[in-house]
């Protein structure tokens, strides 16, 4: 029987619907609108397309955005300069730094330069702690997605042995962090799995949950899963001009149980988390 389809489109349209009414309380208890203030660096085509989807989204819920655009010739310096511009604007509550940034710009740098309050991507070392302790101030966006449509589909993590392929600071180590914490969404076994890991077929067999986010097109195939095995595609790749995930979708889905489409997928969840930390952040801001 083919795999149940978990339809991200329609979650993400959910939990915006869901936000827009919090929103709209927030803002008429406190007269404070949430404000998410967007840095592009560069004219990287699929960055470009990410923060206009992030601004459209804000508007949806009744959010306000705000966007600097710089060019590639940009220093450190002066993207420093422009964080910490944006740290002590009141009015704005989350900063987002579109990744990847041009060469000469230390990523880390401008990570730890945002204010821990703004950080409404949770990359800074300071939330990534609390996460990592179980007292989370923001969940990251594209993990928490992951667990929001996990549950939407009614599929149990307590107990559940999940492999993650790849451990970027993004998606693999956040998303295995949060999947092992106790609490609802977690009490998983988690196996992380990457590119120096010997026979990783040997792994993703014994997953009763994949997550795959190891940027490789149609890497995931039926062969590397078991029978009724959930799986999850966080990928978003360029292959022979169309979109695919890190899965091979046709397949796999004659074997699983349950999957997610590239596009459709995994994606729209990491945009409605991120404008779900934006409220968060306007909230502990406005104390």
């Known amino acids: 029987m083919p795999a149940q389809i978990i339809d991200g489109k329609l979650v993400a349209q959910q939990s915006r ?3 827009a009414i919090e929103v709209a309380a927030f803002t008429a208890q406190t007269g404070v609108t949430p404000k998410l203030a967007a840095v592009l660096v560069g004219d990287d085509p699929a960055s470009q397309v990410y ?3 992030k601004q459209k989204a804000c508007a949806a819920v009744g959010m306000t955005s705000e966007l600097h655009r710089l060019p590639a010739t940009t220093t450190q310096a002066e993207l420093l300069d422009l964080v910490a511009r944006l740290n002590a604007d009141s009015t704005v509550h989350g900063i987002l730094v579109q990744l990847p940034l041009p060469s000469q710009i230390d990523p880390e740098a401008i ?3 945002t204010h821990p309050l703004k ?3 949770c990359f800074h070392a300071e939330n990534v702690g609390l996460m990592i302790q179980g007292r989370p101030r923001y969940l990251p966006c594209t993990p928490h997605g992951v667990q929001v449509l996990l549950a939407s589909a009614d599929i149990a993590t307590e107990g ?3 492999v993650v392929l790849g451990r970027s600071e993004i998606v693999g180590k956040p998303l295995a962090n949060l999947l092992a914490l106790k609490g609802p969404g977690g009490n998983a076994t988690v ?7 010997r026979n990783i077929a040997h792994f993703t067999r014994q997953a009763d949950i994949l997550v795959a986010a190891i940027g490789q097109p149609n890497f995931v195939t039926a062969e590397m899963i078991r029978e009724e095995a959930v799986v999850i595609d966080v990928g978003t790749n360029r292959f022979e001009g169309k979109l695919v995930g890190d899965v091979a979708f046709a397949e796999v ?11 459709g997928g995994v994606g729209p969840m990491t945009i409605a988390m991120l404008l779900k930390n934006t409220l968060t952040a306007a909230r ?3 104390r």
């Open 17 to 19: 619907d869901a936000l």
């Open 119 to 121: 950080d409404v991507d």
């Open 284 to 286: 502990l801001q406005s």
């Open 160 to 162: 559940a042995h999940v």
């Open 191 to 197: 196996t992380i799995c990457h590119s120096r890991t």
């Open 111 to 113: 990570l730890d330069a």
């Open 253 to 263: 889905a004659q074997k699983a149980s349950a999957i997610t489409p590239v596009p």
């Open 51 to 53: 923060v206009g989807s």
